[in-house]
């Protein structure tokens, strides 16, 4: 069974840059048949699609965000991570990775990693 | 502004049933079969419940169904319990340059 766990600061300054690794154990990403994406959660708040990668590196972006966002993927180490540019205080949430099953698009996210919040604040 | 819309909160008390809406375009939930449910527990993960409109995940009780009609989609939770009190959100594919949308979010109480 397919599990995530995301790592990486729970504290970034304002204007530096987020970056998180999703570790994927219980299967390989490089299997092909999933993406894998990046969602957060505002406090308080519901979610939001930040985007996702196929193990080829092919990546789609929500286009809200899409001019401070890179999804990237390491196949070797099973893992893919989210960089988010000149974040600010509207950026604090807490960040989820998933899998995301694909139909003509995205169908759904299963399973999720547990979450990490991300505070920026200096 | 959330793409799809679901109504702030919806109770009940146990052993009812209660149904959650969830109202799209017909660019997402109206265009496509790829409407799924989460249920989220305070200070957890969201967990799916339902995938492409109706199909429930193994291992999620059958007390949780699925339907469409037009642009809405509902999620029906039967016999309510405890448990059940949650948030839920739902999600559907869109044509548009977002991909994927997401409604609001939906907060169960269970009375």
């Known amino acids: 069974q397919v599990q995530l766990q995301e790592s990486g600061p729970g504290l970034v300054k304002p204007s530096q840059t987020l970056s998180l690794t999703c570790t994927v154990s219980?299967?390989?990403?490089?299997?092909?048949?999933?993406?894998w994406s990046w969602i957060r959660q505002h406090p308080g708040k519901g979610l939001e699609w930040i985007g996702y990668?196929?193990?080829?590196?092919?990546?789609y972006y929500n286009p809200s965000l899409k001019s401070r966002v890179t999804i990237s993927v390491d196949t070797s180490k099973n893992q893919f991570s989210l960089k988010l540019s000149s974040v600010t205080a509207a950026d604090t949430a807490v960040y989820y990775c998933a899998t995301v099953v694909m139909g003509i698009g995205v169908a759904w996210f299963d399973p999720w990693g547990q979450g990490t919040l991300v505070t920026v604040s200096s | 502004q959330s793409a799809l819309t679901q109504p702030a909160s919806v109770s009940g008390s146990p052993g009812q049933s209660i149904t959650i809406s969830c109202t799209g375009t017909s660019s997402d939930v109206g265009g496509y079969n790829y409407v799924s449910w989460y249920q989220q527990h305070p200070g957890k993960a969201p967990k799916l419940m339902i995938y492409e409109v109706s199909n429930r995940p193994s291992g999620v009780s059958n007390r949780f169904s699925g339907s469409k009609s037009g642009n809405t989609a509902s999620l029906t939770i039967s016999g309510l319990q405890a448990e059940d009190e949650a948030d839920y959100y739902c999600s559907s594919y869109t044509s548009s340059s977002t991909y994927v949308v997401f409604g609001g979010g939906t907060k169960l109480t269970v009375l």
């Open positions: 990668i196929y193990y080829s590196g092919s990546t």
């Open positions: 219980g299967g390989s990403i490089s299997s092909g048949g999933y993406y």
